[in-house]
């Protein structure tokens, strides 16, 4: 019903920026947040970044003043600019689309992740 397709991922060293995308399409009514979420191996997957349908934003701790997270309403699209990149950046960066369903209930749906390498 909803399909979210990144891009953006990539290798790049420490200190330098990468640019994330995610373009939702399908059934997107009714959003109430989009937003990137990262997984590193062995680790548990963890908020980063959300935007609220009202562009209200929320971060992680460990990206506050690095990250930036902004929206398309037009294009149903999400963006994560990621400045000074550090390698404990490293992840797999995963889409998320939250929104309103039928009876009060809200469902979630995910990207199939883009890899983020930063070397040192």
């Known amino acids: 019903q909803v399909q979210l397709v990144e891009s953006g991922g990539g290798l790049v060293q420490a200190g330098g920026s990468l640019r994330l995308s995610c373009a939702a399409s399908g059934s997107t009514f009714s959003i109430n947040t989009m937003g990137w979420y990262r997984q590193a191996p062995g680790k548990q997957r963890e908020l980063v970044a959300v935007?609220?349908?009202?562009?209200?934003?929320n971060y992680a701790d460990s990206v506050k003043g690095r990250f930036t997270v902004s929206g398309d309403n037009a294009k149903n699209t999400v963006y994560l600019q990621m400045n000074s990149l550090k390698p404990e950046d490293t992840a797999v960066y995963y889409c998320?689309?939250?929104?309103?369903?039928?009876?009060?209930?809200?469902?979630?749906?995910w990207g199939q992740g883009t890899q983020v390498t930063v070397s040192s």
């Open positions: 998320n689309l939250n929104r309103r369903v039928l009876r009060d209930a809200v469902a979630d749906y």
């Open positions: 935007i609220s349908s009202g562009g209200g934003t």
